[in-house]
């Protein structure tokens, strides 16, 4: 993993203001997967739990790869100046077992890593 875009994590961009403003946590967390759009891509298809969903308005744990999905009219160029990584996705927690949804993540983290995917 490259990079973890969460507010409640006190070396995010926007912590300070997220502290202010915001009672609790959030269960969207955004990370950058090493190897750009592909290595995304991989990832997210070796989810068996998580759904690739164009939304994270759900009940499910639902992944979102937003270069190919959500921003996908922008240019390479474009995506940069929005800050948004060719590896970027975004996870919506959702309401299965914790230790479902970890397993789930820990599985295809570790399937990245040794190239299985």
């Known amino acids: 993993m490259e990079e973890v875009t969460y507010p409640g994590l006190e070396e995010?961009?926007?912590y300070a203001m997220a502290k202010e403003y915001l009672k609790g946590g959030s269960s969207v967390i955004s990370f950058v997967i090493k190897g750009g759009r592909n290595a995304a891509a991989r990832?997210?298809?070796s989810l068996e739990l998580a759904s690739n969903e164009v939304h994270v308005a759900d009940i499910r744990t639902c992944v979102l790869h937003l270069a190919s999905e959500t921003h996908r009219q922008l240019t390479?160029?474009?995506l940069v100046a929005a800050g948004i990584k060719s590896g970027m996705i975004r996870l919506s927690v959702g309401l299965e077992n914790v230790d479902d949804i970890i397993s789930d993540l820990e599985n295809?983290?570790?399937?990245?890593?040794?190239?299985?995917i």
């Not at 295809?108 to 299985?116: L, Y």
């Open 12 to 14: 995010d961009a926007n």
């Open 43 to 45: 990832f997210m298809d």
């Open 76 to 78: 390479d160029e474009q």
């Open 108 to 116: 295809a983290f570790e399937k990245i890593q040794i190239g299985e």
